[in-house]
């Protein structure tokens, strides 16, 4: 027996047990004010291993114990994990490469090839927390090819990353071995899943993402909360595909698996404190995540009436199906499929809970509606507003677009006119709930969609009063002139939140704000417009004041050219409403002298 052995038998394999235990164990105890005390102790067992193993190599006169070279690149991983884990970059690169690196000779050999293949997507992760996302993608891709290569070259049980460094009476059984080896795949085509989305390749990410996920689901190696998170954001990449079958299939089985996850009972009032912390915080936790699968489940919800309503206005599409982006299918013939299903679980009664059809008319619309509007007042639940401000405002904004993409469907103007009304109404609620101070731009926003929506109930009304083929009454002017005189307000409250300390506004608008200011001019001009009188004065100010907010759109746009992209059509109409406008005033003018 080569001298290392006996070293390793007598003293060796206990020490890295010791420092595999602190690392794995007792560094969860460490405190907050010395985090990785466990971890530096663990270091410096690993670095005394290395170095008396290293002093048996450099007496050996017989050449390169391959074996002993393993063990060896087994502790500059196993060093490298441990730098890596105590935010030391550069000294954990220079280890996990060494590591690597002294492989390659034997990268195919049943002791080392999970060790190399673990040493590669650590580098892969290394390379992707510096934002280098392509040499990231090198390192593990070439992890991915070299299990691929040694299951079909070589077969067999390749040994963990552990047994190198452990007594033959510990090894693991051929079945924990070749799970332990398919994990460390996972681990690879988990993070390529990240790379290839931070490269901007979204397709070869979900698809990464759903084979990883598949993977865990079949070799029951998954955490359910994970699990149904990473599912759940999976389908708004289908949604995005408009694929609402694979998006409905992912959301059912987040659901699904997510059930798995209970919180404990409540403590009772005999237990420990600390375990009632943190029996409070598993609830909380679980409050939480489940409350972000339900805002997937109403995006869904949202994004299929957006594209039903889509679908409608295109001629001589109603009743196609929704399964699939290349929807080339005649009279609602099915052409999407199912392409990627967890078929271990089992998802009807879930997926029954909404349709991923194209929806044609307010029932089917009206069900849509009723299934993602409690599932946003399910996430409400936990994302309140003292505490949850920004995400219980998008919340609210959704439940809004719900009911603005169910008036759609609905043939009944008045009926479509309440819907607007109820918008109006909740986001009103929350708006006089912020401080513009502290949320500003929360506040901008609600007041712009506050704006719109009045304006939307204007048009609606004037559309009622035309429908009748008589003038407005007097009720319906007065309604008509009371909406545009809301939407006008939370326009102008818009607006004068843009403005400096002295009241004026900026000589130059910031890029985010420069479109929805100018087409808040154009909006209040056509609004003043819209104004119904019999009185000519009122009638001569409501154009003159039309004018000026046309005037401020071209005149912004002259004094800055760049910005004409931006706002090209309304740009284009303020320009032509510039010139008309002048006419038609001095029309009005000599109507009033006659």
């Known amino acids: 027996m080569a001298a290392y052995l006996d070293y390793l038998q007598s003293e060796g394999f206990s020490k890295y047990e010791e420092a595999r235990k602190l690392s794995e164990e007792e560094s969860k105890k460490d405190p907050d004010n010395n985090p990785y005390k466990s971890k530096y102790l663990a270091r410096e067992i690993l670095v005394d291993i290395k170095k008396k193993l290293e002093n048996y190599d450099s007496d050996s006169d017989d050449g390169k114990d391959k074996d002993l070279v393993i063990k060896l690149a087994a502790l500059q991983f196993h060093l490298g994990l441990n730098y890596l884990d105590t935010e030391e970059l550069s000294s954990g690169e220079e280890h996990m490469t060494k590591c690597y690196e002294s492989l390659q000779e034997c990268r195919m050999d049943k002791w080392c090839v999970s060790l190399n293949v673990s040493a590669l997507n650590q580098l ?250 409690r599932w946003l007042n399910e996430a409400k639940e936990y994302y309140v507003l003292d505490g949850h401000v920004s995400d219980h405002i998008e919340i609210t904004k959704d439940h809004s677009q719900l009911y603005k993409l169910l008036s759609y469907f609905e043939t009944d103007l008045t009926r479509r006119c309440q819907m607007h009304k109820r918008r109006v109404d909740m986001l009103q609620a929350e708006l006089t709930e912020l401080n513009p101070q502290h949320f500003l731009l929360v506040c901008r926003q609600l007041q712009y969609e506050i704006a719109e929506t009045y304006s939307e109930m204007m048009d609606l009304k004037m559309q009622i009063a035309d429908n009748t083929g008589a003038d407005p009454t007097p009720h319906a002017a007065k309604k008509i002139n009371q909406l545009i005189k809301q939407s006008l307000s939370y326009y102008q409250l818009f607006l004068d939140s843009l403005k400096d300390q002295n009241k004026k506004m900026p000589e130059k608008l910031e890029n985010d704000v420069l479109r929805p200011a100018m087409v808040a001019y154009f909006c209040m001009a056509r609004l003043h417009s819209k104004v119904i009188t019999l009185d000519l004065q009122m009638g001569l100010s409501c154009m003159s004041q039309s004018l000026e907010l046309y005037g401020k759109v071209v005149d912004y746009c002259t004094k800055h050219p760049e910005s004409i992209q931006r706002v090209e059509a309304e740009y284009e109409l303020c320009k032509e409403m510039v010139d008309l406008l002048p006419v038609r005033m001095d029309r009005l003018r000599s109507n009033m002298v006659q």
């Open 124 to 373: 892969g992760v290394l390379w992707c927390s510096r934002s280098e996302h392509k040499k990231a993608l090198e390192f593990l891709m070439e992890a991915k090819d070299l299990h691929e290569k040694y299951k079909h070259e070589v077969g067999g049980v390749p040994y963990s990353v552990h047994e190198t460094l452990q007594v033959v009476s510990e090894e693991a059984s051929p079945s924990q071995r070749e799970k332990d080896f398919e994990k460390v795949h996972t681990h690879t085509l988990y993070y390529l899943a990240q790379v290839y989305g931070q490269l901007n390749e979204p397709t070869k990410s979900a698809s990464y993402c759903h084979t990883t996920l598949k993977r865990q689901l079949e070799s029951s190696q998954y955490e359910p909360i994970d699990w149904s998170l990473n599912c759940a954001t999976l389908s708004q990449y289908y949604i995005t595909q408009d694929n609402f079958t694979q998006a409905r299939h992912c959301l059912a089985s987040a659901s699904r698996i997510f059930s798995e996850a209970n919180a404990d009972e409540a403590p009772s009032d005999d237990d420990d404190k600390s375990d009632n912390w943190t029996t409070a915080t598993t609830a909380e936790h679980l409050q939480h995540r489940k409350a972000d699968i339900a805002r997937c489940w109403a995006k869904y919800g949202l994004a299929l009436l957006q594209y039903s309503k889509d679908k409608k206005e295109e001629p001589g599409v109603q009743g196609a199906s929704a399964e699939g982006q290349n929807n080339e299918g005649e009279d609602g013939q099915d052409v999407g499929k199912l392409t990627e299903r967890f078929s271990s679980l089992e998802l009807t009664s879930l997926e029954n809970a909404i349709t991923d059809k194209v929806i044609t008319s307010f029932e089917q619309g009206r069900e849509v509606f009723l299934a993602a509007q």
